[in-house]
């Protein structure tokens, strides 16, 4: 067990990172976010922005005029981000040591892997709209970069799966139709088919379609049904709104409210 | 600085005061007086004068009646001891405000008997009243106030172990301090006793009286000093006005020893304390250990660098009225603080854990925490531990914990 002193910071102005939709408040919360949403700090994250919210909240002159000097200098984004962790005491030299080298290795990737590991996520922070946004990006630069039919199979079925996520089901269908013309797997058939058990006025493609067989339908509704009874979001969205219909008309309706603007809230986060 | 800097020996029946510039003391009784026509308060001569003329009802032992929260009903009002006390202490600084001749204070510093958080708390309560600085307010016990007076005298006066005996109605203490080269700086050590054989004052009026006391006093100073040395012996309080009547007494003190009578000490002490705090650095190079300060550090070991480095929270010596404040920590590894016990004897270090029960589970260093700390007395510390989440990344659950902790 160890223990951190924080450091005194009147933060009046929190700083907002759109990609992750929250404020930050303090210094820590800064190295936090840096070393666990590195895709986010590496996005052009040390702008000017973020040097005033340093100066002038975080009362850190020091490091906000270092992160100028290196930005003049034209300095890789990775060591104005150790920089930060560095100044900052939050975490340990060997955290910060294993937090370069794993940016480095980030930096190996080309260019296409690269941006579908951030879509990737994005797309497990539950942010799809700004996931479909790299892996759009990838497929804009296939003309110009050769990749593979499997990686842009998996690129398309990831597209399919942040659609989905978002409750845009035909766009969803669209794309696993396209991830098929790359991969001709059954399991992207499974998965159009099971997006028509979300939404029943889709329908798979006849041309998709005579490649399922009863058998299959009959194991993927059961694949399906039993995703969606352990699902553990859906258990708690269930038991919020069972404990709000055990409350009062007029409580029920205040807190019915509240539940439908957080549900509208995080839908936004989500596109 | 032009204001005035006051040193108040606060007890139950009497009030000592020592002003600035002219080391002048007075003494006026722990009263205060209400006028039953209009919301006019007296102390002093002026009290009894509105006693005896009948417009007047005088209150008396207030620090009893803070102590065990009374109330006093002057013509169909109720007044809580608070309000006696503060009306009290507004009467007595205006009444050193004519003598300096300003009414602005730069330090005021107040002398109880017992150092009771509840009269601290009320001495501040009664600041905040009378619009002083809580910065320029501070209390100390007669222990401490007898240090600062001692060693405010010349050297040859606590070269030794010095005693004191306060002889009031019905009360005899005696005090002792003596210095020892500490670690770091010279080290004041003091303490007193209530004794037993004490008694009322009316007694000194007659003859067998007088012959009784004096030779109940002279028993037990042979019993507490014995042979050993001193540098100093002094007398303090209202029985020791005169000493006519304790010839026994002050032959066995005086023996080898040098006596000395002040009965303004405490006041004094106090005043002496006052004047220190407004200079930039102390006169007193010493670590003070007696009832009003800390006889145990407490420290957290926290992570700088990369290394694990000691951050005091209060040291031995700290007043421990005045040691109090807030630090914002961040947990890392198991939801736990542990805090470090230094006493002045260091083979009785040791260590408390306070678990973080009730507060949620988040991965390492994401759980900041703000620990307010203060002091009951010299031996418990009380700890408020509040969750304050880690931004909104991980909302505060808003997480509480009190704990009391024992130093020693």
Known sequence: ?271 | MDGMILGFDLCDTYTRIAISDTEETWVIPTVVCKDKNNDNWYIDEEAYEHVLAGDGVVEDKLLSLIMKDGTATIEGVRYDALDLLKNFLKKAIETAAKKTGTDVIDAICFAIREPEAKIMDSLMYCADFLGISRQKVHIISHTESFVYYVMSQKRDVWSNQVGLFDLSDGSLRYYEMKTRKGFRQLQVLADNERQEESFRLDVLDTKSGSRMADKILSTCADRLLQKRLFSAIILTGKGFETTDWATDFIRTVSFRRRVFQEHSLFALGAYYKAIDTTREKTSYGFTCICDSRLKTGVSLKVLSRDKEVEVPLANTGDNWYEAKSTVNLIVDGDNEIEFYMMPMDQKNKKSVKIMLEGFPHRPDRTTKVELTYGFLDDKTMAVIIRDKGFGEIFPSSGTVIRREVTLA
Request: hydrophobic share 40%; proline share 2%.
């Open chain 1, 1 to 271: 067990m160890s223990l951190i002193l924080c450091r005194q910071e009147q933060v009046k102005h929190p700083f907002f990172i759109d990609k992750l939709g929250i404020h930050i408040y303090s210094s820590e919360e800064l190295c936090y976010v840096i070393v666990n949403h590195p895709f986010v700090a590496m996005d052009n994250f040390v702008d000017e922005e973020l040097i005033a919210f340093i100066r002038n909240e975080l009362g850190q002159g020091f490091l906000a005029g270092k992160l100028e000097n290196m930005i003049a200098a034209r300095t890789p984004v990775d060591d104005m981000l150790v920089t930060i962790l560095q100044e900052n005491d939050y975490y340990s030299s060997k955290e910060i040591h294993k937090f370069s080298q794993s940016l480095s290795s980030y930096r190996r990737m080309n260019r296409a892997e690269l941006t579908k590991v951030m879509g990737d996520y994005y797309f497990h922070q539950k942010k799809y709209g700004t996931a479909i946004q790299y892996y759009e990006r990838i497929l804009n630069e296939w003309r110009l970069k050769s990749i593979s039919n499997g990686f842009t199979a998996a690129v398309w079925n990831n597209i399919a799966a942040s659609y989905a996520g978002i409750f845009w089901f035909d766009k969803a269908m669209e794309a696993y139709e396209m991830a098929y013309t790359f991969d001709k797997s059954k399991d992207v058939i499974r998965k159009m088919y099971q997006l028509t058990l979300f939404n029943p006025d889709l329908k798979v493609k006849d041309r998709f379609n005579t490649y399922i067989t009863s058998d299959d339908r009959a194991n993927w509704k059961k694949e399906f049904d039993s995703v969606m009874a352990d699902g553990d979001d859906m258990r708690i969205v269930k038991s919020e709104l069972d404990s709000i219909f055990e409350k009062d008309p007029i409580r029920r309706l205040e807190a019915a409210g509240k539940k439908v603007t957080s549900l509208k809230l995080e839908y936004r986060k989500m596109i």
